[in-house]
């Protein structure tokens, strides 16, 4: 089993930057395959970002890319998602996931077998 728990979010201006953090314990993380989710109110979840086990294969949605950096530092169980340009359409919960133990990167919920509990994330206008 994996457990994550997600950290960073909060309340921030249009323009500014929040960095989310994903804390991972029981297995070790560094070889799972993770992602970022959000939902927004009266939405469903929607991917944001994912990255392979190793960090070098990434996707992003195409109305984050550019302002979103998705990454993980193996050494500390931990993934990132830095949030440049925020824009109050990002408000939502963020969730962080860990998927398959191979290569790829999954942009579909239905990968991912082990979910954090979520971090608010609000930007005002």
């Known amino acids: 089993q994996v457990q994550l728990v997600e950290s960073g979010g909060g309340l921030v201006q249009a323009g500014g930057s929040l960095r989310l953090a994903c804390a991972a314990s029981g297995r070790t993380f560094s070889i799972y395959s993770a992602g970022w989710f959000r939902q927004a109110p009266g939405k469903e979840r929607e991917f944001v970002a994912a990255l392979s086990w190793s960090g070098g294969s990434k996707v992003y949605t195409d109305y984050v890319r550019g302002r979103f950096t998705i990454s993980r530092d193996n050494a500390k169980n931990t993934v990132y998602l830095q949030m440049n340009s925020l824009k109050p359409e990002d408000t939502a919960v963020y969730y962080c996931?860990?998927?398959?133990?191979?290569?790829?990167?999954?942009?579909?919920?239905?990968?991912?077998?082990?979910w954090g509990q979520g971090t608010q994330v609000t930007v005002s206008s």
């Open positions: 996931a860990g998927g398959p133990r191979d290569s790829m990167v999954y942009n579909s919920a239905n990968a991912y077998d082990y």
